[in-house]
């Protein structure tokens, strides 16, 4: 019997220790997300030309991501590190309503964005001169905000208004579609772009018309490189909520920890894509950069005439290796 109950108090110690592994890990994510966000956010702002509206709507997602970063992750943290501390205590068990509150916000919130992303980008192709005339900067945010409106009072419903068998059926349903959507959509966004580069190999087109097919091409790659990652994050914790429902406990006590991680490490990858696929983003990052640093200067009373030339130049310097690469070009457009 002593044997048995030194085992459970060791087993015990080591779950707690991963625990608070767990949690140190958590934290410096939601510190890089908050960052990339925050910065993806300022230089769309202070960049006219990049406030295109799938950049736009681009946007939107990222407040998902900073919303990650900001509460889900701070309150998974102190979650772990309460339980952790206080392993008998039932004080974190309002702590918990609210991070899976916030994890379940912005994981569907992120979904919900790239199905609005996926029609955007289907509908601009599929009816170009109409997406011309209706389709606006207020329009797509006003979209974006109703979508968010949305899904949080349908959430709310789900969590708090509905019996237990109910929101099982519900959470199922709702999952599938937000999953199925921007798949949906993004397979007939691949397929329209197909059939119009078909059509380039039959009869000559304006140059203008295959520049705009090649950015569509590039945008369709960049939202697949999206919905990957997330699905890929996300995969892990469908598997683990799947086999809960078929009786498996053991599997989630053990492994939905990590398995959370990897979610919000998929809110580390977004900004790296965007940085990495949207042309001109990265020089519009670094001009943003030389001049938040020329600024501080200034404000400290340090001379920022050379200090503003030696930035003038490398942003112009990063934009010729940047057009050298390609990025605007053939290559890039792949």
Known sequence: MPNITCAIAA???DHLNVDV???SLVLPIGGFVVVSCVAFLAVIQRNARLQTPANLILCSLTVSDLLVGVVSVPMFSAFLFLKASHPDACAFSRLFDVTRYSMYVSAGGSLVQISVF???RWEALSQP???KTKVTR????TVSGACWVVWIMWLSVILYGMSNRMREICTAVTCCV???TPVFFHCALVLTIRAEFRKMTMIPIQRYV???LLKERRITVTLRYIIGAFLACLLPVMFIWIAYIAGVTSLKRHAFPWAVTLTFFNSCLNPVIYFWRIPGMRSAALRLFCCWCVNERKSRGEPGSRKQGFATGLGKKFSK???FLGFYGPVGTL
């Open 321 to 323: 290796f940047h057009d």
């Open 21 to 23: 592994l767990i949690a």
């Open 11 to 13: 087993n015990a110690t």
């Open 178 to 180: 937000l999953v199925l």
């Open 118 to 120: 996926s029609w955007d």
């Open 210 to 212: 295959t520049a705009a």
């Open 129 to 131: 001169l109409k997406y």
């Open 138 to 141: 207020r329009k797509v945010l």
